[in-house]
C-alpha cells in the first residue's frame, strides 16, 4: 500500500515563498490568486524582479531552501536557471 503524501495548502506555501523572495530582498513582489478562475492552471502566480542575475539566482535559491525548511516543498520543476536572468520555480499549486 503506498503512503499517500500530505497535500500543503497552497496559500500557506505562497507565503512561505514570498517571505524566500524577500529574504534575498526581491523587488516588485505581485501575488496573483487564480483559484477563483475557473480551469486556472495553478493556484497563484508569485512575481518579482531583481537587480542582477546573481540577485534573481539567490532569490531563486533562498526560496527553495525556506519552502524545503519551512513545509517540506520543493519545485515540480524549474526553468532559466542557467542565466538566471529570469528564473521559474513550478510548485504546481503555486508558480514564481
Not at 46 to 65: E, F, L
Amino acid at each position: 500500500m503506498h503512503k499517500i503524501k500530505n497535500k500543503i495548502d497552497s496559500a500557506l506555501l505562497c507565503e512561505v515563498i514570498v517571505e524566500g523572495i524577500k529574504d534575498n530582498k526581491g523587488k516588485d513582489i505581485v501575488v496573483i490568486d487564480l483559484r477563483s478562475v475557473e480551469n486556472a492552471v495553478t493556484d497563484f502566480f508569485v512575481i518579482c524582479t531583481g537587480d542582477s542575475s546573481t540577485q534573481i539566482d539567490g532569490i531563486a535559491q533562498s526560496t527553495i531552501r525556506l519552502t524545503r525548511k519551512e513545509v517540506q516543498e520543493r519545485p515540480w520543476h524549474q526553468e532559466g536557471k542557467g542565466t538566471s536572468e529570469w528564473v521559474l520555480l513550478d510548485y504546481v499549486s503555486v508558480v514564481v
